[in-house]
């Protein structure tokens, strides 16, 4: 009977060790996402001026209001909300006066 119990709480354990590690977000998804946003990002905020992607993201992101945004952008990817997602995009500041 203990063997019974103990096989049980191996798999209890195995599973929810399984399920942990399909709900972790790896590093190279984030930044996949965060791309994404910054594409959409771009999309609604066309530059006025010639400048590389690498520049027009740092001019950006240098608002921290704008990294919020990036941020609860982000999150509404993550749990499916589109709704969120083009509420925080449309609300960036597009930094034309800069």
Not at 33 to 49: A, E, H
Request: aromatic content about 8%; overall charge negative.
């Amino acid at each position: 009977m203990k063997s019974a119990h103990l096989f049980c709480l191996i798999v209890c354990l195995l599973f929810a060790a399984f399920v942990h590690a399909q709900e972790e977000e790896s590093p190279a998804k984030d930044a996949q996402i965060k791309q994404q946003v910054l594409k959409d990002i771009k999309k609604t905020c066309t530059p006025q001026r010639k400048q590389s992607d690498k520049e027009w993201q740092a001019m950006i992101l240098s608002s921290e209001a704008n990294q919020l945004l990036v941020k609860n952008a982000i999150t509404a990817v993550k749990r499916d909300n589109l709704d969120g997602y083009w509420a925080a995009i449309g609300q960036i500041d597009c930094m034309e006066d800069y």
